[in-house]
């Protein structure tokens, strides 16, 4: 047995702290034969690595900008295996493609296919630290592909799935809170929480790790464990199984996702090929769809509606340029500035008028909804971005959080 | 039929100069149907890099300079081809990896064995400009190399040898000159130069461009520019087959190469198997010797000498440390703050009198010199560092350079 363990971004943003991080590691070796790293890009080197890109075009080729940022974990990897070494412990750093990350070929949102680890596994054999590059991995074409928002989380789950072993990710907050204590300062963190109910949290906007990761590490019973870079063992947040768990209220947290767009199209003709073909349009271009409903008008046509991530915005414009004949005859409405809130609990699948509480909170308080999608295990509704902090504390009251 | 260009650091250190050069080739692609392009990274981006990981470690470990380095052509790279897709000419990015480059796996000095240029020919076909990572490949174990000191300039002639096209560089330097303007001022800028005296002007430290670049570019027959960035077409310096230049005179020019160390190793044993596993022992550690010389002293022992790197001083002490037993009997001094001056011209061979005029006109004007070492086209010697000014300048006005 062994570990995965990742540092992210903030954690690892200095010369610093990657010197801190190296001497941690090389005290861990002396109790862990078997230990991977899986490193992010320094702190803002990805940031600054588009501003660069930015002064030379208005358009972004995919491709270019995933050669590009992807040596941002690169420079990450060098230093670490030579601060490793500085501290003593034989180290070894793999790009990507050299830990054997194949990816789709959908640059700048890559999906891991597989992770072939026999390079990582002859290094471990060698009694080396392997220092793996995050965020990337290498397409069938040959081509450098990034994972989008939150790879490196998936890089290092996938990679704890394929070894058998245990994985922590290390972050600049210190476990998973009932509600982000930015928005809620009385919010109280979590010792356990299920995988299930971190998906939603994640996928909800949580922030401290993305849905894919918690995805694939309930798929493969990965042991997650979520803690501040640094920190004393066993002060974070564990994330495991449902049925180690135990219920006592129905909701266990709050996420709040920033820069929601609402896609409203009206006037869709009413047949399953129109709808598909929209569907199918917009998720060739990757761009992630929350919050779908539909619902016929008065003149027997579809409205259809659904989130995106505000930075998609272009990308749907684009979507509809390249399909006129179909968008012409639909109106589409584009809604900004709102954010979603969600509720989410494994008890709430046992616990009716859960959504109820949430509605009378809100209405109660002034904070109109716009929309509102409801899960086994969430609740989940859009509102005016500048409700943001009132909504959050009223709801947090309503459920003891 | 087509052509390689490759752009330096200076040459492309910021975004504006990136920019202009896309421009350029833009321009270029007007007429030209294929063009590949080889860059370095951009301006100081590599000192940069070294002096983050000197913060982490006194030793850095050469496998992963490589993979730190590395990071530097691949930004570039990405930033030219956004650049050049930015203004309208369809381009792409390939790393040294991905360009099918073949190297050794002597880390920060690789050797190219082999360019694979099948990726290279494909997106030419699809008329795109091929941007290519110089200054690195990947070795049979899958790790990423560096060549060492001029190696984009290898990188490119490589890739024009196999794809039958002619090569030019560009650089902050507007040709070849006689003698270096910043040592010599009134230096003349040559039109045309043959293959070996570049060779050996490159050799000796002229500092434009790596010998070997020069060296493959023979071999191989590649027709090699050399000229400033962004000049006007023809300004620069044309490097071609020796019977195609009419000699008029002894010299052509005087190279300068600063940071040399001579080692001098006295008690050599006298039989063949002592003195070849020293030279053994250095080249295994990549450590370039020159100016070569043995003697035999009173007692029958041998004393040799060699010029290296100043740089390289201290892998020399790693070798003494780790072969005892052979230096313990060997007494071994090391020179520093000298320079090598040398003398090169396809004419010398069959020109008597230029040692002995070389040799006069510094003892003339009280330039001691140190060491000696000729070839068939050159004639070499070592100084004290405080004597270069001088001596440039007699030999130049003594040979009308």
Redesign the interface.
């Known amino acids: 047995m062994g570990v995965v363990l990742k540092y992210g971004g903030t954690s690892i943003a200095t ?1 610093e702290k ?2 801190q991080i ?1 001497k941690h590691i090389a005290f861990l070796k002396e109790t862990e034969d078997n230990i991977v790293v899986v490193v992010s890009a320094m702190g803002k080197s990805t940031d600054e ?1 588009i501003k ?2 930015k ?7 995919r ?3 995933d ?2 940022l ?2 941002g974990e ?2 990450t ?3 670490l ?3 490793l ?2 501290n003593g412990v034989d180290a ?2 793999l ?1 990507g493609f ?1 830990a054997g990350f194949k990816t789709t070929n959908s640059h700048t949102k890559g999906i891991i296919m597989d992770v072939d680890i026999t ?1 990582v596994l002859s290094h471990l054999k060698q009694q080396k630290i392997v220092v793996v590059a995050g965020f990337q991995g290498i397409s069938s074409d ?3 592909t990034t994972l989008g928002r939150g790879g490196s989380d998936t890089s290092a789950v996938a990679l704890a799935a394929k070894l058998g072993y245990r994985c922590e990710i290390y972050t600049d907050v210190d476990g998973i809170y009932t509600v982000d204590p930015r928005l809620y300062k009385t919010a109280k963190k979590l010792d356990r929480i299920s995988f299930e109910e971190m998906m939603e949290m994640a996928s909800l906007g949580a922030g401290v790790i993305e849905t894919r990761s918690v995805e694939l590490a309930k798929k493969y019973n990965v042991s997650l464990y979520i803690a501040k870079s640094l920190s004393q063992s066993g002060s974070g947040t564990y994330i495991m199984n449902e049925n180690y768990l135990f219920e006592d209220k129905p909701i266990t947290g709050i996420s709040v996702t920033d820069n929601v767009a609402m896609i409203i199209l009206e006037g869709v003709k009413n047949d399953l090929k129109t709808v598909t073909k929209v569907f199918e349009i917009v998720s060739e271009k990757n761009i992630n769809l929350d919050m779908i409903s539909q619902n016929i008008d008065n003149d027997k046509n579809l409205v259809v509606s659904f989130s995106i991530d505000s930075d998609d915005i272009e990308v749907f414009e684009e979507c509809k340029q390249e399909n006129k004949d179909l968008f012409d005859t639909i109106k589409t409405q584009v809604m900004t500035d709102i954010i979603k809130l969600s509720l989410v609990g494994v008890g709430m699948a046992s616990n009716f008028g859960v959504a109820s509480k949430v509605f009378t909170t809100l209405a109660n308080n002034n904070v109109p909804f716009l929309h509102v999608s409801t899960s086994e295990i969430s609740i989940s509704c859009t509102i005016n971005k500048e409700n943001k902090a009132k909504a959050v504390s009223v709801l947090a009251q309503a459920f003891k959080l």
Do not use: H, M, V, Y
């Open positions: 010369i990657i010197n190296a690595l660069l890109a002064q030379l075009s208005d358009n972004l080729p491709r270019e900008i050669t590009l992807s040596t690169q420079q990897i060098a230093l295996a030579i601060a070494k500085g070894i750093s790009t050299q390079r040959g081509d450098i």
